[in-house]
Nanobody, 116 residues
Framework: QVQLVESGGGLVQPGGSLRLSCAGP????????MGWYRQAPGKERELVAIVTSAGSHSNYGDSVKGRFTISRDNAKNTVYLQMISLKPEDTAVYYCNAKSPWWDYWGQGTQVTVSS
């Protein structure tokens, strides 16, 4: 069983910032496209951001463009999501994803709550 371990979620006020981290085993991390997805109550899971294995290309959901930044440190087998200018509508469980042509793994999720 492949484990992706997320951390960094929590409660933050509107306009605040958070950084999420996700660590995984090197055997999958070095070839995986890594991504962050989120799911709010009563809504479908949606793409937040993805980054290719070498970190050369990234893509973002429309609602987070300009506010969120995905990055990866392949030496540490870790992917990050820097979130700024957070809004109440960013409240959701955030999931880390590792994907290749052969497999698709998910983390357990970390709660992000944006509220005053």
């Amino acid at each position: 069983q492949v484990q992706l371990v997320e951390s960094g979620g929590g409660l933050v006020q509107p306009g605040g910032s958070l950084r999420l981290s996700c660590a995984g085993p090197g055997s999958i991390f070095r070839i995986a496209t890594m991504g962050w997805y989120r799911q709010a109550p009563g809504k479908e899971r949606e793409l937040v951001a993805i980054v290719t294995s070498a970190g050369s290309h990234s893509n973002y959901g429309d609602s987070v463009k300009g506010r969120f930044t995905i990055s990866r440190d392949n030496a540490k087998n870790t992917v990050y999501l820097q979130m700024i200018s957070l809004k109440p509508e960013d409240t959701a469980v955030y999931y880390c994803n590792a994907k290749s042509p052969w497999w698709d793994y998910w983390g357990q999720g970390t709660q992000v709550t944006v509220s005053s």
